[in-house]
């Protein structure tokens, strides 16, 4: 096992917990032979004989007797170099690292091929919550056609508690980062890179071509404000960072990003640290996937799944089942081209004709109102907000008409767009 942190510690618990179980699942013994850290004289949640620890990658590798590699260190380098020198020596693989899969996958999936061996990975996505394998294997009969997903636990937690206590970014982040939802550094989740790179990974199973992390559109939470969340909530919606990507006529649109979500919608009532991904298929229709998206004993419920898969096929000589094919190559369509609702909220001048001449920099744009708000008249500045909700539009033209909207020379900031899901 390369790693004993949060995921490592609950691996190693639960092989050497449930020992037993596992011998009789799999017909064959697992045992933890070697474990890969930085410093061996660390104290860990869960304790193992010092005898197991190394700080040599290499005396793993050389190992006859080791046959599945498990890489729970996370970060790229050198998570990935160790992964590929691992299938190429003819190891298996599990992983729990998204940024890897999510930048690597196809190239790690011709390696593993090449040498005949599996790699598996289910963690890297929705910790404890199974999406990866279903995608790979229950629905692998259906042509995916779009995946809308919750898939950030710690953005999810601030978002609700944003929603329901009605307190602002700072105090929810610092929050969040006083009970360990949050790390020290929050940018990953905050700006929705974890969740690009799990949207990639989903994205390119569902789709069975490559999408990359850098195909997916990402915009983060920094930006919203406890405004926001009561304007939204007037209107009937709530806020989440949606993970989503669809497939039309022969082309991807891939995008994480903070939307306006219809509260009676399955994705508005998953709060706090939880995931969940909806998967809308040809053959079964919709299907939801919920659960915990991350600590130690669900990720390595995750983790030890894979290891029993690998196990299984060991213990009964069988054929290792190549279950990653990507055959297309598909055309990822930029975030200018999405055509949605959105949510603009706007300090305007408290003046007449100031609503028509923003009305007519949207119908310009074809953009129609579907509603407004107008509310918290400034007398000091003579301002009022206003909150626009649009009807379908594209992205191309809403920026423009932001633009066009500032140019006008009535308006003094504004303070939001977000879109809104469908
Ligand atoms: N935490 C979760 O709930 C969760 C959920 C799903 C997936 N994941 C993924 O699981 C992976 C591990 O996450 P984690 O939270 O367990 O991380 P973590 O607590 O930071 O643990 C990382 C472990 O890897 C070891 N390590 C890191 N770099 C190393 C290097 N260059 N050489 C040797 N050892 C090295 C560290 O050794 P030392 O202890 O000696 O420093 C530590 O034991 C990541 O890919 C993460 O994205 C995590």
Redesign the pocket.
């Known amino acids: 096992m390369?790693?004993?942190?949060?995921?490592?510690s609950g691996v190693a618990e639960a092989l050497f917990q449930k020992s037993d179980s596992l011998t009789n699942q799999i017909g064959a013994n697992v045992d933890l032979k070697l474990i890969?850290?930085?410093?061996k004289s660390?104290s860990r949640s869960f304790d193992v004989s010092p005898s197991l620890f190394t700080?040599n990658f290499d005396e793993i590798i050389e190992r006859d007797d080791v046959d599945i590699v498990v890489e729970?260190?996370?970060?790229e380098h050198?998570a990935l170099e160790f992964i590929l020198a691992a299938l190429k020596a003819g190891k298996h693989v599990v992983t729990?690292?998204?940024e890897v899969m999510a930048k690597h996958g196809p190239e790690i999936f011709d390696i593993a091929r090449e040498r005949d061996v599996r790699v598996l990975f289910e963690?890297?996505v929705a910790?404890g919550t199974p999406v990866v394998s279903p995608l790979m294997r229950d629905l692998v009969a259906n042509e995916v056609n779009g995946i809308k997903a919750i898939i950030n636990g710690t953005t999810n937690y601030m978002l609700t508690r944003m929603s329901t206590e009605n307190i602002d970014y700072e105090t929810v982040l610092k929050e969040a980062q006083e009970l360990g939802y949050a790390e020290p550094d929050p940018t990953n989740d905050v700006e929705g890179i974890d969740a690009a790179y799990k949207l990639a990974i989903l994205s390119t199973l569902g789709f069975r071509a490559q999408v990359k992390d850098d195909d997916v559109f990402c915009e983060g939470i920094t930006g919203l404000s406890a405004k926001d969340f009561q304007y939204a909530d007037e209107l009937g919606y709530t806020i989440k960072l949606l993970a989503v990507s669809s497939r039309t006529n022969g082309e991807v649109q891939a995008r994480v990003h903070p939307a306006l979500v219809e509260k009676d919608q399955m994705l508005a009532k998953v709060d706090g640290v939880l995931n969940a991904i909806e998967i809308e298929t040809d053959l079964t229709g919709r299907v939801l996937f919920h659960g915990p998206g991350?600590?130690?004993m669900p990720?390595s419920s995750a983790i030890v799944a894979d290891i029993i898969n690998i196990g299984r096929n060991i213990a009964g000589n069988a054929a290792f089942l190549d279950p990653v094919r990507l055959s297309e190559t598909i055309k990822v369509q930029s975030i200018s081209d999405l055509q949605t609702k959105y949510y603009l909220r706007l300090e305007a001048k408290d003046e007449p004709g100031v609503l028509a001449q923003i009305g007519s920099a949207l119908a310009e744009n074809n953009i129609s109102i579907s509603s407004f708000i107008q509310k918290g008249f400034d007398p000091k500045h003579g301002t009022a907000e206003l909150v626009i909700m649009t009807h379908r539009a594209t992205e191309r033209s809403v920026q423009i008409a932001v633009k066009d909207i500032m140019d006008l020379g009535v308006v003094a900031g504004i303070g939001n767009m977000i879109r809104v899901a469908e």
């Open positions: 390369l790693g004993m942190g949060v995921v490592g890969l850290v930085r410093d660390k700080d729970v260190m996370g970060g050198p729990a690292n998204k963690a890297s910790g991350a600590g130690s990720t």
